[in-house]
């Protein structure tokens, strides 16, 4: 449990971080809270020769509510998350996810933005910003471009996050007035990944649903967007059929891996479960 | 005046802080500041950092091992392999069960994580860099991780450097991977009481290989004085006598020149209890290199390497009159030991007291057989908040009485209410050979039965039965009920010795001029708080004020010889120690005082903290006083000073009991168990603290749910050991763990001189056995009798699965 010999610096802007990164090459990493980046050094499963880390880097922190734009700097913890009241009201989905995501300690120190861009499936947030079609702003040397969540998660640990780039900022569309939502997530233990965990954004008029949003967590080897599941419940009252079909659909996509979380078939049922579950907290908090 | 006297002397009693006062800790001052002192805490000057270069793979030949790119890393100071230790005869050392294991492999590597190299350097990073830059080629053998496969024809033999052995340190082997077969009971009368039963249940129980997992892993200091010869080593053990001589008989040291040291212990739970290749590793550099050196075990480590506990799969069959009357009991283990037989316990005992399967009940004939045998997979084998294999043993029979219950469909509790050793059966001696000291086992299910109101408890589970089968809910309520007998306080040297050291324990005391104490102890507390506990004993024993007595333990200079602290012994052997110990200074004091108020010695009684003349209590001599004189004043007959010391080796075992009830709702759907309610009565015979037992019972009840409900080292078919760190090893934090509910019941022990018992481990005892009843109970209706454990989430889904419960379709499969 000991890292191998590194360089670690401490950049106080975004600018100074993206040329930094660019000088360093390869062997360099970009750190943002360490709170799965370190564990992988201490295991020398990742050996950077350069950890840059981005805790100094203002521009990188804050939360902004403005016009139906939810903005979140990617260095914002967890913790500032949960704070929030203004996400709270805006899109409360993010508090229930993080505060479901380790303990306090780790909160308070883990970012939003290590989290979704760190690309490990285990982490919440990225369902969570693929649930909300949140759309990622990478910065690079060649300047700055978005990522819909949707389409950035390619594998473990791989995403479109091009190299030499950072992730400055998430950008949410904050979801409609009386939006219903959940994440449930079940795990071991505090601390735990989840063995499976749904994301679920539900919009209803007049009893039936006019707009639903689902997504997994640590079902496969990247968040899993479940569009069949989503087009179960749009246009139904949420009914038993279309909760189990929407339940169905998500079991039909979950990949899960088999380890001391459960065999494939318990959280392959699970899953179901946990989306059955979500559309249930989503429905009867959607006004 | 004399009105005033009664409340005079309960002051004078409160005062001293003695038996049954839950006096607070002393221990956590410093503690709870962060002024403790483990071993990690211990910095000398040039001390050097060992870590280890371990085995990737489970089984497999060592090819080469090329040290050269290691040794350039600056900083690096020595890489060690067995053959740098073969000239020392130090590459095998013997354990505590009678057999050998590699300190660092030699030419074969038998687990995954096996130690291979021991990398020294001047700190921990550049060791570690060192550790990476040892190549080491291995030729991959073929790995055995099915207990159940040792013994087959054909299986892979695992210890080459016993192969040919027909004898082991217990007997008989049959095949190269057999270790023991041991025996205890009638096996020709018990197989025939089950041939005639009316009723005969069967069950096949296994309980997992889980870990103890103390907070501080394991580690040491090791320092040879080159000047003056003399070895001292700061470590994390249990028993720091029995390492002192088990160390000078490996390095052939003289013992007097060996110093063991155990400073704070940050939990053992038995896992501090052997003796692991890094000590020997690093007293060995210590010797070569002539500066101290520090090795300490990181987490994943410490689970996959040293000190498994469990791994026992026990067949059961219990017969039984129709009316449930138990008639007998047999039993074979079949015992996982993996690597090296590293068990810690008693030498004659290789399954430990597991001839306690009996448990709490009147069962007239048994027979019990258990067959050791290797896998490649780490050593171990310890007593992980138990006395010697007595849970697995309390686990079977505990599970066996609710098999048999279903069968006969009987109420848990009122088959073991009829099956009950009765209050004046004892002391009683079992059909496996224990005398059980004493017990009222009735009074104490009573009460647990009485404050959890049993029968509301039945009734309620009824009525949500028929809401489940309603579909109105998919929640299970199930109610577990255990009762436990505890073996602990090994023990008489009659027939108890580890290694051929007799398992008695001492305690020294010196009272010095003023009235205050000194107690020195051969135990050592890893937060227990012996410091605060046996201050109390000796409290009420010699009327010197608890906060006025220091108590020391761990260093072998200092302290008298003892055995140790594992298997809740302290209390029932140093603590009988240290009461007999303090009646010598009280038999002295008592002619000290004659002398002093000119009376014959039989003419004063004891009162608190005082010597009286009798009938005249006016004329007394305090404790305090008595210990001025003692050294102040020349008394004829006598001389000078007042100091004690007692070696007691107990006469018997003692057996703490207790009654446990839990209370689960389990979610079908989810394979999630909800702890909704625990009670636990506890009797420990005479209560020294009740809030260190209260603690006690809280952090063993803590350590049973997390192994019936999650905690599991397992291995997989290549050899890989899995649940080797916290993200994966179940250890729950607040969130996790229920209200728990404590009682108790006071049956002194007969022969011991307070009538303690000890309760450290009791409640891991009965409490694993409760969790596990509770959500076996919760599908008895439904026709199950037995699920293993752990009952984690995954593994209760598939039960209900398996029962028709989840109405999942096929589909998911």
Same mark, same amino acid.
């Given at each position: 449990m000991i890292p191998g010999a590194f360089d670690y610096h401490r950049p106080r802007t975004l600018d100074e971080a993206i040329s930094l990164l660019a000088s360093l090459g390869e062997e360099s990493r970009v750190v943002a809270g360490g709170h799965s980046l370190i564990p992988m050094m201490k295991l020398r499963m990742a050996v950077p020769e350069h950890l840059i880390d981005l805790r100094e880097v203002a521009e990188l922190r804050g939360i902004a509510v403005e016009g139906g734009q939810i903005t979140i700097g990617a260095m914002t913890t967890q913790q500032e998350v949960i704070g929030s009241e203004e996400l709270a009201s805006a899109c409360p989905i993010l508090r229930e996810a993080a505060l479901q995501i380790a303990d306090p300690q780790i909160r308070s120190l883990g970012t939003l933005g290590g989290n979704v861009a760190n690309g490990d499936p285990g982490n919440d947030m990225p369902a969570v910003m693929q649930a909300l079609d949140a759309a990622f702003v990478l910065r690079g040397p060649e300047g700055e471009r978005e990522v819909v969540a949707r389409a950035f998660y390619e594998g473990p640990f791989t995403t479109a996050l091009g190299e030499g780039e950072v992730l400055a900022a998430i950008r949410i569309a904050a979801p409609a007035a009386g939006h219903?939502?959940?994440?449930?997530?079940?795990? $071991? =233990?505090?601390?735990?990944?989840? @063995?499976?965990?749904?994301?679920?954004? *539900?919009?209803?008029?007049?009893?039936?649903? $006019? =707009?639903?949003?689902?997504?997994? @967590?640590?079902?496969?080897?990247?968040? *899993?967007?479940?569009?069949?599941a989503e087009a179960a419940l749009v246009g139904s009252s949420l009914d038993a059929a279309a909760v189990e079909a929407a339940a169905a659909a998500a079991r039909a996509i979950a990949e899960p891996a088999e380890d001391g979380r459960g065999p494939r078939a318990f959280r392959v049922h699970l899953t179901g479960v946990m989306v059955a579950r979500a559309i249930e907290a989503a429905k009867r908090r959607a006004g | 005046m004399n009105a005033e006297t009664p409340i005079s002397l309960e002051q004078r009693k409160d005062k001293l802080q003695g038996l049954g006062c839950s006096r607070k800790r002393v221990e956590d001052a410093r503690f709870t500041q962060g002024?403790?002192?483990?071993?990690?805490?211990?910095?000398?000057?040039?001390?050097?950092?060992?870590?280890?270069?371990?085995?990737?793979?489970?089984?497999?030949?060592?090819?080469?091992?090329?040290?050269?790119?290691?040794?350039?890393?600056?900083?690096?100071?020595?890489?060690?392999?067995?053959?740098?230790?073969?000239?020392?005869?130090?590459?095998?050392?013997?354990?505590?069960?009678?057999?050998?294991?590699?300190?660092?492999?030699?030419?074969?590597?038998?687990?995954q994580n096996q130690e291979v190299a021991f990398v020294v350097a001047e700190d921990r990073y550049a060791a570690a860099d060192g550790v990476e830059l040892v190549e080491v080629e291995y030729e991959d053998l073929p790995p055995l991780v099915d207990p159940f496969k040792a013994m087959e024809e054909g299986a892979p033999t695992l210890r080459e450097d016993i192969a040919d052995k027909t004898e082991g340190a217990h007997g008989p082997r049959r095949h190269p991977n057999h270790i023991f077969t041991w025996e205890a009971g009638d096996q020709a009368a018990t197989e025939q009481a089950l041939a005639g039963a009316e009723?005969?249940?069967?069950?096949?129980?296994?309980?997992?290989?889980?870990?103890?997992?103390?907070?501080?892993?394991?580690?040491?200091?090791?320092?040879?004085?080159?000047i003056n010869g003399k070895l001292t080593i700061w470590g994390t053990f249990q028993a720091p006598h029995a390492v002192r001589t088990v160390a000078s008989l490996i390095t052939k040291i003289p013992e007097h020149n060996i110093r063991i040291i155990s400073p704070d212990i940050g939990g053992g739970f038995g896992n501090k209890v052997g003796v692991y290749p890094g000590y020997i590793c690093s007293a060995v550099a210590s010797i070569v290199l002539g500066v101290p050196v520090k090795?300490?075990?990181?987490?994943?480590?410490?689970?996959?390497?040293?000190?498994?506990?469990?791994?026992?799969?026990?067949?059961?069959?219990?017969?039984?009159?129709?009316?449930?009357?138990?008639?007998?009991?047999?039993?074979?283990?079949?015992?996982?030991?993996?690597?090296?037989?590293?068990?810690?316990?008693?030498?004659?005992?290789?399954?430990?007291?597991?001839?306690?399967?009996?448990?709490?009940?009147?069962?007239?004939t048994a027979y019990v057989a258990v067959d050791g045998v290797y896998t490649n997979k780490a050593p171990g084998g310890v007593a992980y908040r138990c006395s010697f294999r007595v849970t697995e043993a309390s686990y079977f029979i505990e599970r066996m009485v609710d098999v048999l219950a279903r069968k006969l469909d009987m109420d848990?509790?009122?088959?073991?209410?009829?099956?009950?050793?009765?209050?004046?059966?004892?002391?009683?001696?079992?059909?496996?050979?224990?005398?059980?000291?004493?017990?009222?086992?009735?009074?104490?299910?009573?009460?647990?039965?009485?404050?959890?109101?049993?029968?509301?408890?039945r009734a309620e589970q009824k009525a949500a039965r028929e809401a489940f089968q309603r579909g109105e809910t998919r929640k299970l309520m199930g109610v577990g009920v255990a009762f436990f007998t505890e073996i602990v306080g090994a023990g008489p040297v009659k027939n108890c010795d580890i290694l051929g050291?007799?398992?008695?324990?001492?305690?020294?005391?010196?009272?010095?001029?003023?009235?205050?104490?000194?107690?020195?102890?051969?135990?050592?507390?890893?937060?227990?708080?012996?410091?605060?506990t046996f201050a109390q004993i000796l409290a009420s024993e010699i009327g010197i004020p608890a906060e006025d007595i220091t108590l020391e333990e761990g260093d072998t200079d200092t302290a008298p010889y003892g055995l140790g602290t594992y298997g809740s012994r302290s209390t029932p052997v140093a603590g009988a120690a240290t009461a007999m110990a303090g009646r010598k200074i009280r038999a002295k004091a008592q002619m000290i005082a004659a002398y002093l108020l000119e009376v014959h010695d039989g003419d004063l009684e004891w009162e608190v903290d005082r010597f009286q003349v009798k009938g005249n209590p006016e004329r007394h001599k305090t404790m305090k006083e008595i210990a001025f004189a003692a050294y102040n004043q020349a008394i004829p007959g006598l001389e000078p000073g007042l100091e004690a010391v007692s070696y007691y080796d107990p006469p018997n075992m003692t057996y703490p009991f207790g009654a446990y009830v839990c209370v689960v709702d389990i979610d079908v759907d989810t394979g999630v168990t909800e702890i909704r309610r625990f009670y636990a009565l506890d009797d420990c015979g005479t209560r020294i603290n009740p809030m260190i037992i209260e603690g006690q019972v809280h952090g063993g009840l803590t350590e049973a749910l997390a192994i019936a409900m999650g905690q599991e080292i397992t291995y997989d078919e290549d050899g890989n050991v899995h649940g080797g760190s916290l993200m994966d090893f179940f250890l729950p934090t607040a969130v996790e763990t229920p209200t728990w509910e404590t009682d108790w019941t006071e049956t002194p022990s007969p022969h011991h001189p307070i009538g303690a018992k000890?309760?450290?481990?009791?409640?891991?005892?009965?409490?694993?056995s409760a969790f596990s009843n509770a959500v076996n109970d919760a599908f008895a209706h439904l026709g199950l009798t037995h699920t293993q454990m752990p009952h984690d989430h995954w593994r209760v889904w598939q039960t209900a699965q398996r029962l028709g419960l989840t109405g999942q379709p096929a589909a998911a499969e």
């Open positions: 219903g939502w959940a994440y449930e997530k079940q795990k $071991r =233990k505090i601390g735990d990944y989840a @063995t499976a965990a749904a994301a679920v954004l *539900l919009e209803l008029e007049g009893g039936t649903c $006019r =707009k639903a949003s689902v997504a997994l @967590t640590n079902v496969g080897d990247t968040p *899993l967007h479940a569009a069949d | 002024k403790g002192n483990y071993v990690d805490d211990i910095k000398l000057p040039g001390m050097l950092f060992g870590d280890f270069v371990r085995s990737p793979i489970g089984h497999g030949r060592i090819k080469s091992i090329n040290k050269e790119a290691a040794l350039a890393v600056p900083g690096v100071k020595a890489v060690l392999t067995a053959d740098d230790l073969r000239p020392l005869g130090l590459h095998w050392m013997p354990t505590l069960a009678g057999d050998v294991q590699a300190v660092l492999a030699d030419e074969k590597v038998l687990f009723v005969v249940a069967e069950e096949m129980v296994s309980y997992q290989r889980v870990h103890p997992c103390p907070l501080e892993t394991c580690g040491c200091v090791a320092s040879m004085d080159k090795w300490i075990e990181d987490r994943m480590e410490n689970l996959s390497t040293t000190a498994f506990a469990r791994d026992y799969h026990m067949t059961g069959r219990i017969a039984a009159t129709r009316d449930g009357r138990i008639t007998g009991l047999w039993c074979h283990v079949l015992a996982d030991h993996g690597a090296f037989d590293a068990c810690a316990d008693p030498t004659k005992f290789p399954a430990g007291f597991f001839n306690i399967c009996t448990g709490s009940y009147d069962i007239p848990p509790a009122e088959i073991r209410l009829k099956n009950f050793i009765r209050k004046e059966q004892f002391p009683y001696t079992s059909a496996l050979g224990w005398e059980y000291d004493s017990g009222d086992y009735e009074t104490a299910m009573d009460k647990a039965l009485k404050t959890v109101d049993y029968q509301g408890l050291l007799g398992m008695f324990d001492s305690c020294e005391i010196r009272i010095h001029p003023t009235g205050s104490a000194i107690a020195r102890l051969g135990t050592i507390s890893q937060g227990q708080g012996h410091a605060t000890g309760v450290g481990e009791s409640p891991n005892v009965g409490g694993v």
